[in-house]
T-cell receptor, first 117, second 113 residues
């Protein structure tokens, strides 16, 4: 079974530039999450989708971050304009929703490492 | 999500058992105890989870205190590949809605050869 795919693996940009990250979840996984992991810290949830609807975006800095999940499959996370403090690894995860309505374990991709200069 | 407390780091020797503790004194009745680990330069991966009873799988065992205020992840025979950050997370599995995991800083497990 293919895992969660993310691209690019690495990206270096200057502050005030824009960047986009792509995620392809495991086939059949209705729920998709984007996390931000700053060096030395645990991952922080940015946004959760169920199919193509947003379930939770309470920690997404909406003035500069946006995310979409068209057709309920692939997702993109965009940062515009980037700040120095956005340097981090951006992790995508997906999970299956069981017939009981309970979400199963999360499967994470390898992440996209962003460096803002 | 209720919070958990873990030691910042632990060290163990290869091929010996490792017991990783986690305190969660404010756990609610619908919270499951989840463990994930993150190997260097990789995304987190699921290890095990439980509600009340002890659980075993191919990766590890989870021992849950009777009052559910603490738990211990047990790696029966650590290898160098088990060196990772281990996260203990409470997750409300009552179904539906926002259920993203809330990660703390975890325990950095160091394995000595």
């Amino acid at each position: 079974e293919a895992g969660v795919a993310q691209s690019p693996r690495y990206k270096i940009i200057e502050k005030r530039q824009s960047v986009a990250f792509w995620c392809n979840p495991i086939s059949g996984h209705a729920t998709l999450y984007w996390y931000q992991q700053i060096l030395g810290q645990g991952p922080k949830l940015l946004i959760q989708f169920q199919n193509n609807g947003v379930v939770d975006d309470s920690q997404l800095p909406k003035d500069r971050f946006s995310a979409e999940r068209l057709k309920g499959v692939d997702s993109t996370l965009k940062i515009q304009p980037a700040k120095l403090e956005d340097s981090a690894v951006y992790l995508c995860a997906s999970s299956l929703v069981r017939s009981s309505g309970i979400t199963g374990e999360l499967f994470f991709g390898e992440g996209s490492r962003l460096t803002v200069l | 999500d209720a919070k958990t407390t873990q030691p910042n780091s632990m060290e163990s020797n290869e091929e010996e058992p490792v017991h990783l503790p986690c305190n969660h004194s404010t756990i609610s009745g619908t919270d499951y105890i989840h463990w994930y680990r993150q190997l260097p330069s990789q995304g987190p991966e699921y290890v095990i989870h439980g509600l009340t009873s002890n659980v075993n799988n191919r990766m590890a065992s989870l021992a849950i205190a009777e009052d559910r205020k603490s738990s211990t992840l047990i790696l029966h025979r650590a290898t160098l590949r088990d060196a990772a950050v281990y996260y203990c997370i409470l997750r409300d599995n009552s179904g539906g809605g926002a259920d993203g995991l809330t990660f703390g800083k975890g325990t950095h497990l160091i394995i000595q050869p």
